[in-house]
């Protein structure tokens, strides 16, 4: 008995046309805020309807690839895909999973004290040293701001992820960093308001400990540099994901 014949669709002239566009985007031709030819330039090489095109630009802000400016002076720009797009579709997902804050520091504690061994073993890694120092050194002046506080603590780890020399780690754990960073911004507001925020004295002591793993940075002892930045959230992520709270990247913080 032979098989029933699979049914092939046939994709729509607007996902063809966005295909191309998507590649130009991914490979670099378009760059990240770049416009995309207006839409008689694209009618002319396409031949091609306006609701084909207006197909084509729906897909692609869908995917995120592009920011369409409505009205009279309308457009659309590009949006290069990076760690922090990829984020909020990450997030999105672990929200609807269910995903504790706790979960989302276990596997942030796993990439991040990678990241940093990477650091150590870079053959840069004094000049990568110097750049994480100066960003401590920023955080200093604001012990005792909740918000610029939590954002310079941020602004580290980050640093350490973005300078490890794996691409791909740097994509994942980046992705992950924003999703981690968009809850703690949210709960540095909310200990604020309720006067819980770590003293001064415990924000000088991350810094040390940020200070810590930059030295094991600059010495090249990888090994120290991962342990050293393992304790270091063990001790820090405590204070945002108490018990079994959810990641929640739908909520917009207030304040």
């Known amino acids: 008995m032979r098989d029933a014949p699979s049914q092939i669709r046939t994709p729509r002239t607007g996902e063809l046309v966005a295909a191309k566009l998507r590649k130009r985007i991914i490979t670099g031709d378009l760059r990240d805020g770049d416009e995309i030819p207006p839409e008689p330039e694209l009618l002319a090489e396409f031949g091609v309807s306006r609701p084909s ?10 995917e995120g690839l592009i920011r369409i400016r409505r009205g009279r002076f309308g457009g659309a720009t590009v949006l290069r895909p990076n760690a922090q797009s990829a984020a909020y579709h990450l997030g999105l997902a672990l929200q609807a999973e269910g995903t504790t804050m706790a979960d989302l520091a276990e596997a942030r504690g ?23 120092d100066a960003v401590i050194d920023s955080s ?28 791909t780690l740097r994509l994942l754990a980046g992705a992950l960093e924003s999703v981690w960073g968009s809850q703690e ?31 094991h940075i600059r010495a090249g002892r990888a090994e120290q540099a991962q342990r050293a930045m393992a304790a270091h959230l063990h001790t820090s992520q405590t204070y945002v994901s108490p018990g079994e709270i959810a990641v929640d990247v739908v909520t917009q913080p207030a304040g």
């Open 53 to 62: 095109i207006r197909d084509a630009f729906r897909i692609l802000e869908t």
């Open 110 to 132: 796993l990439l991040e004290p990678l990241c940093a061994a990477l650091c150590a073993g870079h053959a840069e890694r004094e000049r990568i040293a110097d750049e994480l």
């Open 140 to 167: 200093d002046p604001s012990a005792g701001d909740s918000s610029d506080f939590t954002a310079d603590a941020l602004r580290f780890h980050t640093a350490i992820v973005d300078r490890c020399g794996s691409t």
């Open 185 to 215: 911004r949210r709960w540095a507001l909310e200990a604020r308001d309720a006067g819980r925020y770590p003293s001064v004295e415990d924000q000088r002591a991350v810094n040390r400990a940020h200070r810590a793993v930059v030295r």
